[in-house]
Each structure stands twice: as C-alpha cells, then as structure tokens.
C-alpha cells in the first residue's frame, strides 16, 4: 500500500485554517468598534457583537452583579463581620482622641456605651441605606461609560485563557478534520 505524503499537508492546512477562524471570530467579537459603511451601505457585522450590544451587555453585567454578586445583605453582613466591627471601634478611639483635653472625661463606659448605640444603629439603619444603594444601576452605568477599548480590555484580562483554549481548539478541529479529508481522498 502506497502512502502520498502530500496529503498530509491537509490536517496542517485545516489546523491554520481553524486557529485563522476562531482567532477572527474571536477579534470579531470586540472589533470594529464602528460600523464601516462602503458606498454608503454598512457592511454586514460591523460594528463587532460586544460595541454593538453595548448597553446590553452593560445591562446584563449589572443585573449579575447587583442581583446575584454583591448584594444589600451581602454588604449588611460585611457590616456585622467582626473585622469591620473592630474597626469602626478602632475610629471611635481614634475620634475621641480629637476631642482633646475633653478626651479625658470619656470614661470606659462611655465609650462602650457609645460604640454599643453606634453599632445597633448601624444594624437597624444600614439595610434602608443599602437599599438606597443600588449596586445594579450603578455597575450597569461604569460598564455604560467605559469606552469600547477599556471594555475590550477588562473583558480579554478575565477571559484570556479561555479564548485561547477557544482558539487552539479551533487548529486542533481544523487538524482532525483535514485528516478525515485524507481518508475520502484515498
């Protein structure tokens, strides 16, 4: 049985041909930022689908995070931590100290009294602040007004990875596919 080596320049060429792809559709995501028009006629996907959908994906990004990443009683129990407990404490040393010679009149109790009144304010106050707080609309407006590049860029820095795995995998399909091409040549 006579093998032609000159076939296998398929598996290679459909490699190429894949990393090309993925790697274009991958581009195409973010790029061009505007639409091109030749002619007075916009050319078919331009802008990319992230410009494009601009203000959706700012309006997905935010319903995520506000919804489901970072909420009011995510915050409110942040607040209840004793981490953050020990440094409101820690200010309210460090306020008192600012009062002068009058820091000498607040005694202990005092303090442990003020910073017991402080802290169930805080626990009864906080959740009507922090519904005022909304995380949502504030995160949909920042992805709003970041310009298309910075948008790209944070984008690219969490996903980075993932994209390139998205285009290897694209070379190695390209690959299998040229050698099943092999096979209905032969």
């Known amino acids: 049985m006579n093998f032609d ?3 296998l320049i398929f598996p ?3 490699a190429i041909i894949g990393l090309f792809t993925n790697y ?4 195409m995501l973010f790029r061009p930022f505007k639409p091109i028009k030749i002619l007075g006629m916009r050319l078919p996907f331009t802008p990319g689908v992230i410009p494009k959908q601009h203000s959706q994906l700012a309006e997905k990004i935010g319903e995520t995070v506000g919804n489901h ?3 009011g009683d995510d915050l409110h129990e942040l607040f209840k931590s004793d981490n953050v407990r020990k440094k409101i404490l820690a200010s309210l040393d460090g306020m008192y100290q600012e ?3 009058l820091a000498a009149f607040i005694t202990d109790e005092i303090k442990e009294m003020i910073a017991t009144k402080f802290i169930e304010m805080l626990d009864r106050e906080l959740p009507s602040i922090l519904e005022e707080l909304d995380i949502k609309t504030i995160v949909t407006q920042k992805v709003k007004d970041f310009s298309l590049e910075k948008l790209e860029k944070i984008i690219l820095e969490v996903a980075r990875t993932q994209l390139a795995y998205i285009t290897y995998f694209g070379g190695i399909l390209g690959f299998v596919i040229g050698l099943v091409q092999i096979f209905f040549i032969r």
């Open 24 to 27: 274009m559709a991958i581009k």
């Open 69 to 71: 990443l970072l909420t």
């Open 12 to 14: 290679f060429i459909g």
């Open 5 to 7: 080596y000159y076939l």
């Open 99 to 101: 009062f002068g010679m």
